[in-house]
């Protein structure tokens, strides 16, 4: 924190001056990561449950960091890049890099069904009211097949204001842009809403994917929201499968893709290409 000195912080006791300056301290990182292009993209395959067959990915951002390049995870500094608007820049190279290496590996790995790039958007990233005149540029610029893309929303992104959630959701898909609900069940969303929305996956959050072999509760909820889905004509996938156990379980219930640790924890752009030439899943 050498860089804050003065008397800005007298007002704070110790602790919180700590708090303050490494906030801040990290927002300035953050800016100078933005610039010397210190983030990079991680993969994690999505999976066709009855087939083990990779359907696509979810693109996963981390910060190499200088000068030890050590590896940061999102949970130490997307909360921080959302309170300070940096997320807007951050997600706008996410989105970008995600699809123009999303286009190199359709082109290396042509499917009849083509490979599908995940990218998460943050609501401060989904309130921006250029938002899809963004997207439709990034798709029409990199070389990314249409259709393939799609974007995870949080319920609580989705709740903030129904009507304009139902519009940029429907431009987005008539744009051949899809939405999935990230960290479905977890958060405030209201079910008299879902329909009103085109959305095109669920996503079960792993704290249910993770209880379905020992707790009813779980079980019951994933078969709930996999029921749901298929009703409203939706495509469910399950986070956080990290047994073989759950991925049977899974398949049991209906449950079309999964996504988690037993298939593979996120991956760089070269194991991403050794694992689908490989195709070797559990
Ligand atoms: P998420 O969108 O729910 O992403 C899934 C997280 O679960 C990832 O953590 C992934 O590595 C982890 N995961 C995958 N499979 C398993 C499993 O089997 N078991 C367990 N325990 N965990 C698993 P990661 O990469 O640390 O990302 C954390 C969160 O950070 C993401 O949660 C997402 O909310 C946010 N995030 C990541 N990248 C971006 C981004 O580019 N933009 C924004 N706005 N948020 C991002
Ligand atoms: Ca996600
Ligand atoms: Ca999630
Ligand atoms: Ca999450």
């Keep these: 924190a050498k860089s804050l000195g003065g008397s800005r912080y007298v007002?704070?006791?110790e602790s919180m001056q700590?708090?303050?300056?490494?906030?801040?301290?990290?927002?300035?990182?953050?800016?100078?990561?933005?610039?010397?292009?210190e983030f990079?993209?991680?993969y994690q395959p999505i999976v066709e449950l009855k087939t083990s067959e990779i359907v696509g990915f979810e693109a996963l951002v981390r910060w190499r960091s200088r000068p030890d390049s050590e590896l940061i995870y999102p949970d130490q500094f997307i909360k921080i890049a959302?309170?300070?608007?940096?997320?807007?820049?951050i997600g706008a190279w996410v989105l970008r890099q995600a699809c123009s290496v999303m286009c190199t590996l359709q082109q290396e790995f042509p499917r009849e069904r083509p490979l599908t790039i995940n990218v998460n958007l943050s609501s401060r990233q989904f309130s921006q009211l250029d938002l899809v005149h963004q997207i439709g540029r990034v798709v029409s610029e990199t070389c990314i097949l249409p259709g393939t893309l799609g974007l995870e929303i949080t319920e609580?992104?989705?709740?903030?204001?129904?009507?304009?959630?139902?519009?940029?959701?429907?431009e987005l898909a008539s744009a051949g842009v899809h939405v999935s609900i990230d960290d479905f069940g977890t958060g405030f969303s209201s079910l008299s809403y879902l329909h009103r929305f085109p959305i095109h996956v669920l996503k079960i959050d792993r704290s249910f994917t993770g209880r379905i072999d020992f707790d009813a509760e779980s079980l019951a909820i994933v078969r709930t929201?996999?029921?749901?889905a298929r009703d409203l004509g939706m495509d469910v996938v399950a986070e956080g499968v990290e047994t073989k156990a759950q991925a049977a379980r899974l398949k049991s219930l209906d449950c079309k893709f999964g996504q988690g640790y037993f298939y593979s924890p996120p991956l760089d752009e070269t194991s991403v290409r050794r694992l689908l030439h490989s195709q070797e899943m559990p």
């Design 11 to 13: 007002i704070y006791d």
């Design 18 to 37: 700590a708090l303050g300056a490494s906030r801040l301290q990290m927002e300035t990182d953050l800016r100078s990561a933005l610039k010397n292009d």
């Design 40 to 42: 990079v993209l991680h």
């Design 82 to 89: 959302e309170d300070s608007g940096l997320i807007v820049p």
């Design 156 to 170: 609580s992104v989705t709740m903030d204001d129904t009507d304009r959630t139902a519009a940029v959701v429907a």
């Design 225 to 228: 929201i996999a029921n749901l």
